[in-house]
């Protein structure tokens, strides 16, 4: 089965999930990248029973406005039933790597402000440790050299996104060569840096249910402590 099929597959299981554990009136947090996008996809079946959506990017709001489905700004209303989004990576403890499409800043809020985070992923974003994906960390234009140097200072090796702007206006720094064993710790690390506005780590506010795509199913994987 192909990469497209299993992100598919991972959508339709968080789909199900999403439409047997929640009442009516929902509030959906809609994340960002092609995983998300399979599930974006499926949400007109639901529509009947979806309040209003928030979305993590631009591009995301424009594909639910596309299909017929409500957006709303975060302020507008109060905490979100459930997010739903991919990942770069995903560990064990349910701690990612996000921000491969440079809306980090955007779906670390929307996961802030939800009751339940859904991880929707293929199989082959499941790692033991964090950061063999680049660590992208969102920074101030005028922060960004120095921002890199304090990332260097941390072990890293920071390389500018050139060419992307994010949706806050700002850039993105992908930090190589990081092997992440203490994810809550880094991402507090890298947060003090001024100049930071976000970095990929969800760790503070990890995924509730992990759910991995594999040609033999669908894997759902819960926290340690649970
Ligand atoms: C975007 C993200 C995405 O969730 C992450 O990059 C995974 O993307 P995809 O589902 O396309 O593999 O964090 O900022």
């Known amino acids: 089965m192909d990469q497209q099929r299993l992100?598919?597959?991972?959508?339709?299981a968080a789909f199900e999930c999403v439409a047997?554990?929640?009442?009516?009136?929902?509030?959906?947090?809609?994340?960002?990248?092609?995983?998300?996008?399979?599930?974006?996809?499926?949400?007109?079946?639901?529509?009947?029973?979806?309040?209003?959506?928030?979305?993590?990017?631009?591009?995301?709001?424009?594909?639910?406005?596309?299909?017929?489905?409500?957006?709303?700004?975060?302020?507008?209303?109060?905490?979100?039933?459930v997010y739903i989004d991919g990942a770069d990576e995903a560990n064990s403890q349910l701690h990612l790597i996000k921000g491969g499409g440079a809306a980090l800043t955007r779906e670390k809020i929307v996961a802030a402000a939800s009751k339940q985070f859904i991880c929707i992923a293929d199989v082959s974003k499941r790692v033991a440790v964090l950061g063999a994906f680049p660590l992208p960390v969102e920074v101030i234009p005028m922060a960004r050299s120095?921002?890199?140097?304090?990332?260097?200072?941390?072990?890293?090796?920071?390389?500018?996104?050139?060419?992307?702007i994010t949706d806050n206006q700002n850039l993105i720094l992908d930090v190589h060569g990081m092997a992440i064993?203490?994810?809550?710790?880094?991402?507090?690390?890298?947060?003090?840096?001024?100049?930071?506005?976000?970095?990929?780590?969800?760790?503070?506010?990890?995924?509730?249910?992990?759910?991995?795509?594999?040609?033999?199913?669908?894997?759902?994987?819960?926290?340690p402590s649970q």
């Open 20 to 81: 047997a554990e929640h009442s009516d009136k929902l509030l959906l947090g809609i994340g960002t990248g092609t995983t998300a996008e399979c599930f974006i996809r499926l949400l007109p079946q639901l529509k009947s029973r979806i309040e209003a959506t928030v979305a993590s990017s631009e591009r995301s709001a424009s594909l639910l406005s596309e299909l017929g489905l409500p957006v709303v700004d975060l302020n507008s209303v109060g905490p979100l039933d």
């Open 146 to 164: 120095h921002v890199a140097r304090e990332l260097h200072a941390l072990g890293g090796q920071p390389v500018w996104r050139e060419g992307v």
């Open 181 to 223: 064993e203490d994810a809550l710790e880094m991402e507090a690390r890298i947060n003090q840096i001024t100049g930071v506005v976000c970095n990929g780590l969800f760790a503070a506010r990890p995924a509730d249910i992990l759910l991995l795509g594999a040609p033999s199913g669908i894997e759902r994987v819960l926290p």
């Open 7 to 12: 992100k598919e597959k991972v959508a339709e």
